[in-house]
């Protein structure tokens, strides 16, 4: 609209007045050119002037009128407050105007904000939505535990994506289990339910068995099969989606969101950051379900792996203590094992350390220890059992050996001990005598599995009542700390510590050296820790210092 243009004495003025500046039309023209809206009330607040964008923001205001609310809006409201500014919404436009004063007229300046405005709140949204994953982001994937991190994926669905949020995991012998967060703030639930009532929702079977990928409606009141795990019905207006959860090739469960029909509506940015949320949903998910599935493997496997319980045998008292290193996940290379021996009193024992560490070392550990208990059925001399399991390493074609001691332990007259030895490659074995006298016992022989026809060798040991004889792996004297950090804890301060237990039953000894060691470790890394004493004693004795 081109406003009507008040008289101007200049406009009508002699040629001298308006010689060197423009006329009044050109003025009104440029006016029109700029990209405000320019309204001039006189002293009584009555519009004399104004431009042609006037028109377009205030379509009922004309010169000659006085701005009022209904005609001019926000222009109209502040000049019945005498505002010198205002910022509103008017008729599908955000409007700032802030007023001078021109020789006693008003001169209002008004400008159309609302591409800045959108612009602030889409950028604001955009903000929120990149923080809202990524607190999903650091938040699922804190936590490997699988239950932890449904519920997380339900509550930090509320309220970002909806009012009220379900999980429905894939079900699992006739049952699934679900999570629901039925209002912001409050903490998930959780529960089971029979797999036969999804039957009863398609969006969640075909959600859940990967044939639709795509958010699907339901219809009010549809979930209600649900039973205990339905959600709040949205009621008139609201809307529900179930969406998949994409995973290592299946879905790691069905997203149910729920919104009520007074909350923000879901726009095509919201669909992009559900789709996104769905997809870190399920990842985490998936890697949740993958380490809880691994975890249990290993400790399946590690409960087969752990030392057995030391036997109660008369004429021996046993001692042993185990500590595998710590970035093996408890699959240890060092083993021990003492049985019962199957012809007359006494036991068989062997303590052995495999080459390498962590999950393959264990392997062979479980080899190393399933054929020495099959021979100990048919052999009990130790150099014949050394020379059957060399070959059957070597069968094994495993490119690994072990080291190993072992033997037998015969109580003798008079409270004796009778201990033969057999060494593989192994540190010598320590016997502890009455006063403290520590003496090391040379048994040698070469490493098992590494070469056929191999040389090992053999050595006999009497122990008094209460002496006693220690094997241990290299992760003993092989531990690095001290005061540097940086020294071996050595065999000689091993046979030191070891004088110090005379008098001691295997059970402490077992246990004083372990500790000793982990002492000198001080926490720094440290390679598998076996420990194996054995004692000779009267009558029934107790075994003592089981493994940890």
Known sequence: MTGTRAPSPAAHGGAGETRGRPGQKLLNALLDLVDQAVVVCDATGVVRWCNGLTGVYFPGLRPGMVPDPV??????????????????????????????????????????????????????????????????????????????????????AVPALADAAVLILPPRRGHAEWYRCAAPGAAAESGVLPASLLDRVPQLVRALSGLWLRPAPCRPGELGALGGAAPPVPGTGGETLVMALPGGGAPTGALVLVRSAGTRGLDTADAAVRREYAFRAGMALSAAALYTQQAHTAAVLQSGLDPAPLPEVPGVRLGAAYRPAPEALGFGGDFYQVEPARDGGGVDFALGDVCGKGVEAAVLTGHVRQSLRTLAHVESRPLCVLEVLNQSLLEADSGRFVSVVMGTARPGAGDTLDVVLAGGGHMPPLVLRHGGAVEAVDVGGMLVGALPGPEFAQAEVRLARDELILLYSDGVTEARGGPEGAEEYGEQRLAHDLAGCAGMPAGAVAERIELRTADWLAGHAHDDIAVLALQASPGSPAAAGAPR
């Open 71 to 156: 005609s001019a809006g926000p222009l109209g409201q502040a000049a019945v407050d005498s505002a010198a500014r205002f910022e509103a919404d008017f008729r599908g436009r955000r409007l700032t105007g802030r007023r001078s004063t021109v020789e006693d007229c008003a001169v209002w300046l008004v400008s159309d904000v609302t591409a800045v405005c959108q612009g602030e709140a889409d950028l604001r949204a955009e903000r929120s939505r990149a923080a809202f994953l990524g607190e999903a982001v650091r938040r699922l994937g804190a936590s490997l535990h699988h239950g932890r991190t449904a519920r997380g994926v339900v509550e930090l």
